[in-house]
């Protein structure tokens, strides 16, 4: 027995019958099997939970800007993905997509960053192109277990609408991290460390534009099932 093992054993012993019950029944370990289901959604109480998350963390989110802490008019004409375990929100991220036939202004370009003329040498103009943001998680660790399925799911989601550019600010202290992520999809991830951009209203904080070139329109969305990836069970937890 541990010395852990024996110290419960000593206050669960001088506990009556009830008391004993309750004790362990909350000390019990959180069930560890428990898979993840990622999932795009507009279930009202499943985005309440992610707007929760994206406020709670966005102090120390995951690198990526252009989401406020609350919701905003890009929340409804994006897709949002969230990562849940039962009921319970535990990662998400916003997708907001714009198209020659259906022009959206995205969120950093509504914040006067020029995608156009920053990337004019891509013609996104004329193309599909998306911007990520909001990406956040219930832990602070770069290195966790959500961030891959994530951007893994992300990526199907755009190479079932044909887009062909993701763009995005991040912390380049954190750039590694989606850049090797994005490498293990299988797609390429350039960053522009010579222009820093606003983070709303906070001139002290910095972000760089992100570019993520997509496969080409032929790729099907199921080839992102076929890269290995990280387990989704949270069995390392």
Not at 196 to 216: F, Q, T
């Amino acid at each position: 027995m541990t010395i852990q093992e024996s110290a419960i054993t000593g206050l669960l012993a001088g506990l009556c019958m009830e008391e004993q019950v309750m004790a362990t029944r909350y000390m019990r370990a959180p069930k560890l099997w428990r898979e993840t289901v990622y999932e795009f959604t507009r279930d009202a109480g499943y985005l309440h939970q992610y707007y929760l998350l994206r406020k709670n963390t966005y102090p120390l989110a995951l690198g990526l800007g252009s989401a406020g802490v609350a919701e905003d008019k890009f929340d409804k004409l994006s897709h949002i993905l969230i990562g849940r375990r039962g009921n319970q929100v535990v990662a998400g991220c916003r997708l907001t997509m714009s198209s020659p036939r259906k022009t959206v202004q995205l969120p950093m370009e509504d914040e006067g960053v020029a995608l156009t003329e920053m990337l004019g040498d891509l013609s996104i103009a004329h193309k599909k192109y998306a911007e990520l943001s909001g990406l956040v998680s219930s832990s602070f660790d770069m290195q966790d277990q959500y961030i891959q399925p994530l951007l893994r799911n992300v990526c199907r989601k755009l190479a079932a609408y044909n887009v062909e550019y993701l763009v995005g600010r991040v912390a380049l202290s954190k750039a590694h991290v989606y850049r090797r992520n994005f490498n293990a999809l299988g797609v390429k991830m350039t960053l522009n460390a010579n222009m820093a951009l606003p983070v709303g209203n906070d001139e002290e904080v910095k972000s760089y534009l992100m570019v993520v070139k997509l496969a080409p329109a032929a790729v099907s969305a199921r080839e992102f099932d076929e890269i290995p990836h990280y387990l989704e069970t949270g069995a390392n937890e």
